[in-house]
């Protein structure tokens, strides 16, 4: 099982961004999915990933990280095993590589291979 991500890119602060993360095959057995995110240069090392937000597969409960919440919706499609970020109003401060993840009852964590997003003052 992979995830690819897609979406990321270059966006002016105050506009909008939607990332998008899908897995490459459809599974049940999932806990949540969700995104980090953390600073460019930094991907090889673990340390330093700030949870974004996830979502619970179950219920479709969310949670966010650093009070995203306001400007940040995760959102899922459990028939295509995807989950995507909605950046509304993003932030200079909101530059990182986005990471997506997915937490299985059978594969552990996987990790999506990562997009940038860079947004401009």
């Known amino acids: 099982l992979q995830l690819e991500e897609s979406g990321g890119g270059l966006v002016q602060a105050g506009g909008s961004l939607k990332l998008s993360c899908a897995a490459s095959?459809?599974?049940?057995?999932?806990?949540?999915m969700g995104w980090f995110r953390q600073a460019p240069g930094k991907e090889r090392s673990f340390v330093g990933r700030k949870l974004v937000a996830r979502i619970h597969w179950n219920d479709g409960s969310a949670h966010y990280g650093d009070s995203l919440g306001g400007r940040f919706t995760i959102s899922r499609d459990n028939d295509k095993t995807a989950v995507y970020l909605q950046m509304n109003n993003p932030k200079p401060e909101d530059t990182a590589v986005y990471f997506c993840?997915?937490?299985?009852?059978?594969?552990?964590?996987?990790w999506g291979q990562g997009t940038l997003v860079s947004v401009a003052a």
């Open positions: 095959e459809r599974t049940n057995e999932i806990q949540d």
């Open positions: 993840y997915l937490d299985s009852t059978v594969w552990g964590r996987i």
